[in-house]
């Protein structure tokens, strides 16, 4: 969905160091979600964010951190990378209410050395 | 868990034939939501069913619900290669609006 960008695309970093990953949308959406993507495993929701004063844990926060700097741009970051984080990594969006559909980004392939 | 779980996890089919993948899941749930991935690529959301509904039609998908034995199955009819891709099936609870996906299923549809 174009209108979910994810920055960057690849990245490849060593074990210690402090990384951001970055997602922007121009959907008006106030809801936005990081999930990590391994072989095998689906989707595990890291952070969530319902509007910009609200953060969420999910099932596999620890490691991370999330900034939500305004309604259209939400940041994951890995403090100090280890090579288990090596992931695919998606944002999304949605509106808010029950029945949403969540709209993905093109995922940044983030590899741990 | 809540999350849901796809079968198979492969399924090989050649174009013209129909594509059945199942989800099968462990709670109760407002909706069910079909995805398919492309290689490379982000989700695409493709079809959701709420907990009331039974069926669901959308082009060549057709999505069934059957919340009595917690299960959902995304038939593609008249597969065509470009169908080929992962799909997954992802359940929203009652609380807090997250969605739990499976694991997917890789489907290849051969010319």
């Known amino acids: 969905d174009a209108d979910v960008t994810q920055t960057p695309r690849n990245r490849i970093t060593k074990t210690g160091k402090r990384i951001m990953l970055e997602c922007s949308q121009t959907?008006?959406?106030?809801?936005m979600y990081w999930y990590r993507q391994d072989p095998g495993l689906g989707l595990r929701l890291i952070y969530y964010s319902f509007d910009v004063k609200d953060i969420n844990k999910g099932e596999i926060s620890d490691g991370y951190s999330v900034s939500r700097q305004a309604q259209a741009k939400f940041s994951l970051s890995l403090e100090s990378a280890i090579p288990n984080q090596t992931a695919l990594y998606f944002c999304?969006?949605?509106?808010?209410?029950?029945?949403?559909?969540?709209?993905f980004g093109d995922g940044t392939r983030l590899s741990i050395l | 868990s809540q999350q849901g779980e796809e079968d198979p996890q492969a399924l090989s089919i050649q174009e013209g034939e129909n594509a059945t993948m199942n989800c099968s899941y462990k709670?109760?749930?407002?909706?069910l939501q079909w995805y398919r991935q492309n290689s490379g690529r982000g989700l695409v959301h493709l079809i959701l069913i709420r907990s009331n509904e039974r069926e669901k039609h959308s082009g060549r998908l057709r999505v069934t619900l059957d919340t009595s034995k917690k299960s959902s199955s995304l038939l593609i009819t008249a597969s065509r290669a470009a169908d080929t891709a992962s799909y997954f099936c992802a359940t929203r609870g009652s609380t807090l609006g997250r969605l739990y996906f499976g694991r997917g299923t890789q489907l290849t549809v051969w010319p």
């Open positions: 709670t109760s749930i407002n909706n």
């Open positions: 999304a969006t949605s509106l808010a209410g029950e029945h949403q559909p969540q709209h």
């Open positions: 959907k008006g959406h106030d809801r």
